[in-house]
Structure formats: C-alpha cells, structure tokens
C-alpha cells in the first residue's frame, strides 16, 4: 500500500500569484510534484462556456452582481447548478493523488462565501496538509490582473477574456474578504514583498517542520454536515 503524498493548498484571490507561486515550488522542490487547481480546472478542463463571462455560466462558477439593478456594480462569486460538483471533483482528484502516495501542490480559491472553504476542508482536513494564504496589496493585485489579460484571452478568447478582466477587478475586494474571513492558516505570504523564488522557498521552509494544522482546525469549528448546493452564499458553522 502506498503511503500518503503530502499536499499544499495555495489561496488567494486572482492575482495574488497562486499559479506562480506552485510552478516555482515544483521547478525548486527536489521530488515530485503534481500541480492541481483551480486556474487549471477552470480554465483547461472545464469548457470556456461553463466558467465567468461564458453562455453557460451561471450552470457553473460565476461573478453574479449584488444587485441585480446594477449588473457592473460589486459581485460576489456564485455556483451555478454544476458549481457544487466541479468544487467537489477537483477537491476529490487532489485527494486520491494524495492518498496514492503523490504530492500535489494546488491552487485554490477558498470563499467562506459560497461555502468553497468548508467543502475543501470537508474533504481534505485528514490528509497532511500544508494551508498557505497569499496577501499582496490591492494595487498589486489590481496591476496583476491587467498583466495576465492576455493570458486570459488566449484560453478564453478576446470578447470572454476581456469581460473576465473587467469583472476579476471589480470582485477581487470582496473575494479577498470571503478568502481572509478567518485567520487559520499555516502561513500567509506578502506576494509583494517576496519575489516567487522567496515564497516557495518560505513554503518549502515550513513544509520541512511537517504537515500544518490549520484545516484540522477548521474542521473543529465548522459544520462538517454542511451540504452544497447551487448558488449557495451563506456560511454555516457548528457555534
């Protein structure tokens, strides 16, 4: 029987540096490592019609407004009736790997609102977890997001990928809110003060000490009985 992978959960809102900060961890680490997340699931696995700015996208993740009378005013994040699912099966391919005796690093979006945090931790808590948050300022973040335009519009092409851009900006404020609700994590990295090469070997430093305690920890305080469902932005805990 294999023995159990080691896994690093990297949240963040868009822009904070998540994907560069994991494929600067697997070019440094010395064993492998496989690359899980959300940029990669929603952006290659999940077709383009089902993610933010899509025809479809309301079936899937998306940015719905506030108020629906102002449809360019502030947005949270919202799951459309696919949403749930799709959180669910990228948590669980994470998961076997790791329980296969792989290691993954993974990039994550961990809302409190929808409940994206509470599914993660549902089914990740027992695994030997590393829970690390990357905070940069919101200039930082904001200028991120422009740089990576064209990035966004290859994989989404230029109508889809710029309305992406556009509406990344207007959100990131309140997903970093929904992000950073608590303060259980087993790190927190200023991406602006560190380079990449800094903030994987910062990660690899406290990796070396042994798994973290932080989603254990959350798995004491919230409800584990909590079920998702489409469109959910509430947070439940057990008091």
């Known amino acids: 029987m294999a023995m159990t992978g080691r896994l690093v959960v990297i949240t963040g809102t868009s822009g904070s540096g998540k994907t560069t900060t994991c494929r600067e961890f697997i070019a440094q680490a010395d064993d492998l490592w496989l690359h899980f997340g959300a940029d990669i699931f929603l952006g290659t696995m999940t077709p383009a019609k089902f993610v933010d700015g899509g025809s479809r996208c309301t079936e899937g993740l998306y940015m719905r407004p506030d108020d629906s009378a102002a449809p360019d005013g ?75 335009l064209p990035e966004v519009i290859n994989i989404l092409g230029d109508e889809q990928g710029r309305k992406v851009n556009a509406a990344t900006k207007s959100w990131s404020e309140s997903m970093a809110n929904e992000i950073f609700c608590h303060d259980e994590f087993d790190l927190v990295l200023d991406t602006g003060a560190l380079s990449p090469p ?41 008091g």
């Open 198 to 238: 800094e903030v994987a070997k910062a990660i690899m430093a406290r990796l070396s000490k042994g798994p973290g305690t932080a989603l254990a920890s959350l798995a004491r305080k919230l409800d584990r009985r909590w079920v998702p469902t489409a469109d959910t932005h509430s947070m439940t805990t057990s």
């Open 74 to 148: 502030p947005a949270h994040l919202a799951l459309g009736r696919h949403g749930p699912t799709m959180i669910r099966t990228l948590n669980e391919m994470a998961s076997a790997a790791v329980r296969m005796g792989q290691n993954v690093v993974m990039d994550h979006i961990t809302t409190a609102r929808p409940p994206i945090l509470q599914q993660c931790v549902a089914q990740l808590h027992e695994l030997p977890t590393l829970f690390v948050a990357l905070k940069p300022s919101t200039d930082l973040l904001r200028k991120r997001i422009d740089d990576r």
